[in-house]
């Protein structure tokens, strides 16, 4: 079992940064692979970026590529998302995620999930 909760969110103007942190809980957390994913007012829930549980591989949305970075420290316990350059668009409720395999960019493939946080860029 492992439990998720992610802060950091807020509210930032269009080419501003925020950094997303994801606690999790439990004994095997060095043995999951972790998503961020995120979902706007009247959208899908859509897949940002992921890591391999040995944190060798990370996977992005095109839409993201290049401004975020996602990153994991099994010794702690957590995995970040660093999000530069944001834009209005990039405005959602973001969400840790966790599977154990493989990282794959469906949502209805994690197991386990956070309760999100929310990020509200400005133009």
């Known amino acids: 079992q492992v439990q998720l909760v992610e802060s950091g969110g807020g509210l930032v103007q269009a080419g501003g940064s925020l950094r997303l942190s994801c606690a999790a809980s439990?004994?095997?957390?060095?043995?999951?692979?972790m998503g961020w994913f995120r979902q706007a007012p009247g959208k899908d829930r859509e897949f940002v970026a992921g890591?391999?549980?040995?944190?060798?591989?990370?996977y992005y949305a095109d839409s993201v590529k290049g401004r975020f970075t996602i990153s994991r420290d099994n010794a702690k316990n957590t995995v970040d998302l660093q999000m530069n350059s944001l834009k209005p668009e990039d405005t959602a409720v973001y969400y840790c995620?966790?599977?154990?395999?493989?990282?794959?960019?469906?949502?209805?493939?994690?197991?386990?999930w956070g309760q999100g946080t929310q990020v509200t860029v400005s133009s």
């Open positions: 890591i391999s549980w040995r944190y060798i591989s990370t």
């Open positions: 995620a966790a599977r154990s395999g493989l990282v794959t960019t469906h949502n209805g493939e994690y197991d386990y």
């Open positions: 439990g004994r095997t957390f060095s043995s999951y692979a």
